[in-house]
């Protein structure tokens, strides 16, 4: 791949694409962990000399009409704070936009444009026409084949990665490729069935799965342990147990809970107590790993080479069942393990915890970061790596 890093970007015009699609509550910017991470590279493309636009897509609005909630105006305001520059956003600018270098400007909504979301080649051609240079850095959106993410690398005169994009690309290789062993996944959150893919992809190459959250009930239950009113997929007990079988055949482990925390029931105030696996009864839920599980599982962590983490392994937006995750956050802030951490949960749960600066690299990824780790190639990364040669 082209890297933007290694391109003369003086008095070019260049289109980066980023992923700037933050949660927005009432005007209000909730989480800017992607604002962040892209300013580096708008600070270099500044640094170099080019006449900057950016594009980005934020929620998912209808093409060909523009809509408030939709808008970036809150993103442009805080780019223009963190840069300590204007960022105008510009609402038309598909047919032609105006800058000069040294100039940053943020373009609307690319989702607002008719034919974003099919990539449609005349709108690729447009976006291109509109540049020298086509940056794509935009990773969270690198599994999406649109106009923006896809089209535009296709029909640009030059195309490139961009620094965070070929960062994310390059700290997954270095967890997946050729991992310092042993290579410790977890995987966590509410359902098998939107993980499958996930677990059966990593269980051929990790050392060890940690399974939670949901996932661990159907596994629990799969171990022939009664879980209660826990949530669990009674149809993907044997896709668990087959997932068992592999990971056995290999030499892999698949630690399964040896204690738990149960509730009556979902809820905050819920009280919370912990029992031995095989001693969960009819009306309990399962909403956390317990301790004894817990400690022997940052054991693991302590021990591992590299450490892959997706998803929390109980109910942690609740204290009383955040423990488990709370421990292997901290577990994994204290291993020596190159440590990778990526998924919206995930995130929520390494800034509750505080661990950010400890962990070897956050990925900006949601559904991207998923599909990277199934083994997929990300559509844009593979059009990046055709227009290299
Ligand atoms: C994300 O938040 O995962 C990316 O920005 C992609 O958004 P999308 O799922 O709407 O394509």
Not at 338 to 355: C, E, P
Request: proline residues 4%.
């Amino acid at each position: 791949i082209v890297r933007m890093t290694d391109l003369d970007l003086a008095g070019k015009r260049v289109l980066i694409r980023e992923d700037l699609n933050v949660p927005i509550d009432d005007g209000r910017i909730t989480s800017e962990q992607r604002i962040l991470a892209a300013i580096p590279t708008l600070k270099l493309a500044l640094e170099k000399g080019a006449a900057v636009m950016v594009t980005s897509h934020l929620g998912r609005p209808k093409e060909g009409q523009w809509s408030q909630a939709d808008s970036l105006a809150p993103v442009a305001a805080r780019l223009s704070e963190l840069l300590g520059i204007e960022v105008p956003l510009v609402k038309d600018w598909v047919d032609g936009v105006e800058v000069a270098p040294g100039q940053l400007v943020l373009l609307e909504n690319c989702r607002m444009n008719v034919g974003e979301g099919k990539d449609d080649e005349a709108l690729a051609k447009k976006y291109a026409a509109l540049c020298d240079v086509f940056v794509m850095d935009a990773f969270g959106t690198a599994h999406r084949a649109q106009a923006s993410t896809h089209g535009a690398i296709r029909y640009a005169k030059t195309a490139a990665g961009g620094p965070l994009l070929m960062a994310e690309l390059d700290a997954l290789a270095q967890a997946l490729d050729n991992p310092a062993r042993p290579l410790l996944a977890i995987v966590a959150g509410s359902k098998v069935s939107t993980k499958l893919e996930l677990l059966s992809s990593l269980v051929s190459k990790v050392d060890q799965l940690i399974v939670g959250g949901g996932i661990a009930n159907t596994f629990i239950a799969a171990m022939g342990h009664n879980v209660g009113k826990s949530l669990v997929e009674n149809d993907l007990i044997d896709t668990a147990k087959k997932i068992m079988a592999d990971a056995q055949a290999r030499g892999a482990d698949i630690p399964v809970p040896t204690d738990v925390v149960v509730a009556p029931a979902f809820a905050a105030d819920a009280p919370a107590t912990v029992k031995a696996v095989d001693a969960v009864g009819a009306d309990d839920m399962i909403l956390d790993i317990g301790p004894d599980t817990a400690a022997r599982y940052a054991q693991m962590i302590a021990q591992a080479g590299t450490v892959v983490w997706n998803g929390p392994v109980g109910v942690f937006e609740f204290d009383a069942f955040g423990k488990g995750t709370e421990a292997l956050a901290r577990a994994i802030a204290a291993s020596k393990a190159f440590s990778i951490a990526g998924g919206g949960d995930t995130l929520a749960a390494v800034d509750k915890y505080g661990i950010a600066g400890q962990v070897g690299y956050i990925s900006t990824g949601g559904g991207a970061f998923l599909e990277f780790l199934e083994g997929k190639e990300l559509p844009a990364v593979a059009v990046l790596k055709q227009r290299a040669g």
